[in-house]
Nanobody, 127 residues
Framework: QVQPVESGGGLVQAGGSLRLSCAAS????????MGWFRQPPGRAREFVSA????????AYVEAVRGRFTVSRDNAKNTVYLQMNNLKPGDTAVYYC????????????????????WGQGTQVTVSS
């Protein structure tokens, strides 16, 4: 299994930036598709971004496209989410999910498609 552990959350003013990291222990990290989701206060967990095992394919929810960038370093067993021009609406607990199986160019955008989850990291954007 690949158990994710998120870090990098915090409090930032609107317009600021944060970089989240997701370190995944276990073997064969390069075989896992990875995804970022978030859960705003009082709402269900929602898709933010995803990246294929080989890093060639990426996806973003429309609300963050052009502001967030997902990347991975398979040598470090880590996935990143660079978040720029943050808005109060980005306030949420951010979760990293991992999934084994599937094509090396495939990414996944639904909660149910991920097998392992981290504990989450809080991102708070003040206006």
């Amino acid at each position: 299994q690949v158990q994710p552990v998120e870090s990098g959350g915090g409090l930032v003013q609107a317009g600021g930036s944060l970089r989240l990291s997701c370190a995944a222990s276990g073997a064969a990290f390069e075989s896992f598709a990875m995804g970022w989701f978030r859960q705003p206060p009082g709402r269900a967990r929602e898709f933010v971004s995803a990246i294929s095992p080989n890093g060639n394919a990426r996806a973003y929810v429309e609300a963050v496209r052009g502001r967030f960038t997902v990347s991975r370093d398979n040598a470090k067993n880590t996935v990143y989410l660079q978040m720029n021009n943050l808005k109060p609406g980005d306030t949420a607990v951010y979760y990293c999910g991992s999934r084994i199986g599937g094509d090396r160019d495939a990414y996944y955008t639904r909660n149910s498609e991920y097998q392992y989850w981290g504990q989450g990291t809080q991102v708070t954007v003040s206006s």
